[in-house]
């Protein structure tokens, strides 16, 4: 039998991973928002990997309370995720993971465009994909793998904002209001140099934003999420001192409404 697999937080891209662990032939150990992780480490002290799987507002409580025995072993999924986030807890070099694939209750896995896997476990990963026929491929190179991660926040954060004012899908959203989409991206793009330390190379990022809008063309813009999306972006541009003109009119317009 091979190796397990913790799985902490159970939402459905948790569970997809399960699924594909399962599948590749690994004991998934769930941990889940109620179970003490020191306690489970106990009991799953040399995992193969550990997938954290919980939502962007609990990364950073949930990083603290990772065990000592499984830090090696992590594998990161969250969206907005950039190495910062794992700095802060003094994690080198984890397993990254750029989720481009969809999963709700009740539906199967919607692809949008092929899945990065970066870090010391990626094979793992990789086979798991494979075993659910999840489009992915492995990253090797650092600075590639942070173009991934700040592509996937510029797709998620300027459809879920820009999509705050015009709704509609992520390929409507380029197509029928360009102007919009690239202000917003605009703004996002500044966000994003200030959390990496660095000038992102913009139309790179721009045409693998677009390429997403329109992997999966009915994608709806406007999630659950938009408008906390929002106000987070604003507070590290306040933070920052940065001007993004675009989102805080996007953010006075929401209020009025």
Same mark, same amino acid.
């Given at each position: 039998?091979?190796?397990?697999?913790?799985?902490?937080?159970?939402?459905?891209?948790?569970?997809?991973?399960?699924?594909?662990?399962?599948?590749?032939g690994h004991p998934?150990?769930?941990?889940?928002?109620?179970?003490?992780?020191?306690?489970?480490?106990? &009991?799953?002290?040399?995992?193969?990997?550990?997938?954290? $799987?919980? +939502?962007?507002?609990?990364? !950073?409580?949930?990083?603290?309370?990772?065990?000592?025995?499984? %830090?090696?072993?992590? #594998?990161?999924?969250?969206?907005?995720?950039?190495?910062?986030?794992?700095?802060a807890h003094d994690?080198?070099?984890?397993?990254?993971?750029?989720?481009?694939?969809?999963?709700?209750?009740?539906?199967?896995?919607?692809?949008?465009?092929?899945?990065?896997?970066?870090?010391?476990? +990626?094979?793992?990963?990789?086979?798991?994909?494979? #075993?659910?026929?999840?489009?992915?491929?492995?990253?090797?190179?650092?600075?590639?793998?942070?173009?991934?991660?700040?592509?996937?926040?510029?797709?998620?954060?300027?459809?879920?904002?820009?999509?705050?004012?015009?709704?509609?899908?992520?390929?409507?959203?380029?197509?029928? !209001?360009?102007?919009?989409?690239?202000?917003?991206? +605009?703004?996002?793009?500044d966000i994003q140099? !200030?959390?990496?330390?660095?000038?992102?190379?913009?139309?790179?990022?721009? $045409?693998?934003?677009?390429?997403?809008?329109?992997?999966?063309?009915? &994608?709806?813009?406007?999630? %659950?999420?938009? #408008?906390? %999306?929002?106000?987070?972006?604003?507070?590290? +541009?306040?933070?920052?001192?940065?001007?993004?003109?675009?989102?805080?009119?996007?953010? #006075?317009?929401? %209020?009025?409404?």
């Open positions: 039998m091979k190796d397990p697999i913790v799985i902490i937080g159970l939402g459905q891209i948790g569970c997809t991973f399960a699924n594909g662990f399962l599948k590749a998934v150990y769930p941990v889940t928002r109620d179970m003490d992780m020191a306690g489970e480490a106990r &009991h799953a002290p040399e995992p193969a990997l550990v997938v954290l $799987a919980v +939502a962007e507002a609990d990364l !950073h409580p949930a990083l603290e309370a990772v065990p000592p025995a499984w %830090r090696d072993r992590l #594998a990161l999924v969250q969206n907005e995720l950039l190495p910062r986030d794992w700095a994690l080198e070099d984890p397993t990254v993971v750029s989720v481009w694939f969809e999963k709700k209750k009740g539906q199967d896995v919607k692809i949008v465009v092929p899945t990065p896997v970066h870090g010391p476990h +990626a094979g793992l990963v990789n086979a798991a994909f494979d #075993a659910l026929d999840i489009p992915n491929y492995r990253v090797d190179d650092a600075d590639e793998m942070l173009y991934e991660l700040v592509r996937k926040n510029a797709y998620i954060l300027t459809a879920n904002i820009a999509g705050l004012v015009v709704g509609g899908t992520t390929s409507e959203l380029w197509s029928q !209001h360009e102007s919009l989409a690239r202000e917003v991206l +605009a703004d996002v793009l140099d !200030h959390l990496t330390g660095r000038e992102n190379d913009r139309d790179k990022v721009i $045409a693998g934003t677009v390429e997403a809008f329109f992997g999966d063309p009915a &994608h709806k813009c406007m999630g %659950r999420t938009a #408008a906390a %999306r929002l106000e987070r972006a604003l507070q590290i +541009a306040d933070e920052a001192g940065l001007e993004v003109k675009k989102l805080r009119e996007i953010a #006075a317009q929401a %209020r009025k409404g």
